[in-house]
């Protein structure tokens, strides 16, 4: 007789970025064809298995879907199933569970940032089989070094701050433009270097805000009569707070940061005379069409996360590693955010071609000192 064919769900958590219909594609048609497995599409991230709002996944379903942006199942970062807030902060795992089982689910596939990839790894603990696949803007998951999502959002980034180059020129500006990221400057640190910001301010270094000032004067003097500055939405004065634009216990991450930009903008009017204007790039960077990078590592990731699940491989993400695909742990990704660090190659080359990153350049010590000669 022959056997019955594997069930697998997909879902994406926490919020969207560009190339999760792109990695969805690669699930479901790898699933379908390589392993002859029914896919079930899992609507609003968990919600939807709490209300078990699923349609079935098939070829034709994530046919010319590639280069689209968001995803076509929805998602949602309201929905952790150990913190429901639709019902005070329930628990309402135990519904999650019995909704696998009854829909007759073999394992899940989860795209998902940190937030999606600690809920996952709680849930292998009560007998979910679950693959995760690392997707975010933000770039900050512990375990790969790239996640798709964060080339795009990059691209748009550096394009903006490309045309706010021109008009600070004729103005005679200082320009802050603020970037996403969370707690860590990777967007900040690739496209402001990408678009040649003369300040770049991560999460990683705490500024001073008259270290920029210094800045924006020194060029001033030296006849270039304009300065860009490129903040992350986490970056913070030295000994100070993160801006915080609302909280909110009914997300998976209570804290959303934004407003940084006019908190540096007012501190530098303090010391400048120049005209200081500020441009929150805001979701522009986390919507629209993957570049050819994102598609193509999602297509990778999601291939590989399908091979996983019908192998059986549960509690594991799939992840890049020093340009080679591995798998890690879903525990070690839990609960944890990568950051730059200090001795980041683009951070030093930042630093080298004489970008400021808000504190003079003796406080930003690569963290591996050079091997004294003997
Ligand atoms: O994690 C992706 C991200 O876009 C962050 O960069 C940003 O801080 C946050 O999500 C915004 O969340 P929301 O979509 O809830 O406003």
């Given amino acids: 007789m022959p056997s ?36 079930v599409g899992i609507l609003d991230g968990f919600q939807g298995l709490v209300d078990r709002n699923v349609e079935p996944l098939h070829y ?6 590639l280069t689209r942006g968001g995803t076509i199942l929805g998602a949602s970062n309201k929905a952790n199933p150990f913190n429901y807030h639709p019902r005070g902060g329930a628990d309402v795992s135990a519904q999650v569970v019995k909704t696998y089982r009854n829909l007759g689910l073999d394992a899940l596939v989860a795209f998902g940032g940190d937030g999606t990839m600690s809920i996952a790894h709680r849930l292998t603990d009560l007998g979910i089989d679950i693959v995760g696949v690392p997707k975010t803007i933000d770039n900050d998951i512990v375990g790969t070094d790239h996640t798709f999502g964060f080339d795009t959002a990059v691209s748009i980034a550096t394009e903006a701050i490309d045309r706010i180059h021109t008009t600070a020129q004729s103005h005679h500006r200082v320009m802050i433009i603020e970037t996403m990221g969370r707690y860590s400057g990777w967007i900040a640190l690739h496209a402001g270097v990408a678009s040649g910001a003369d300040v770049i301010l991560i999460p990683e270094i705490e500024y001073e805000a008259e270290e920029v000032a210094r800045v924006c004067t020194d060029r001033e003097r030296s006849g270039q009569r304009f300065t860009i500055v490129a903040v992350a939405e986490g970056a913070k004065q030295k000994g100070g707070d993160h801006v915080v634009q609302e909280r909110g216990e009914e997300y998976t991450d209570s ?14 009017r303090e010391h400048l005379d120049t005209s200081v204007r500020t441009t929150v790039l805001g979701h522009m960077q986390r919507g629209g ?13 999601g291939t590989r996360a399908a091979e996983l699940a019908a192998n059986g491989t549960t509690a594991a993400m799939v992840a890049i590693q020093n340009d080679s695909f591995t798998t890690v742990p879903l525990e070690e990704v839990a609960e944890k955010t990568r950051t730059v660090p200090l001795d980041d190659p683009l951070l030093r080359s930042g630093l080298d071609v004489g970008t400021s990153f808000g504190v003079e350049e003796s406080e930003v010590p690569a963290t591996t000192a050079p091997e004294p000669r003997v």
């Fill in 289 to 301: 069409t993957p570049t050819a990078y994102d598609r193509n590592l999602a297509t990778a990731f």
């Fill in 4 to 39: 019955k064919p594997l069930r697998i769900g997909v879902l994406t958590g926490g919020g969207d970025c560009p190339g999760i219909n792109a990695a969805l594609r690669a699930v479901t048609k790898s699933l379908t064809l390589q392993h002859n497995a029914q896919v």
């Fill in 255 to 268: 804290i959303r940061l934004g407003g940084i930009s006019r908190v540096l903008a007012d501190q530098l």
């Fill in 60 to 65: 034709r379903d994530v046919s010319g879907i």
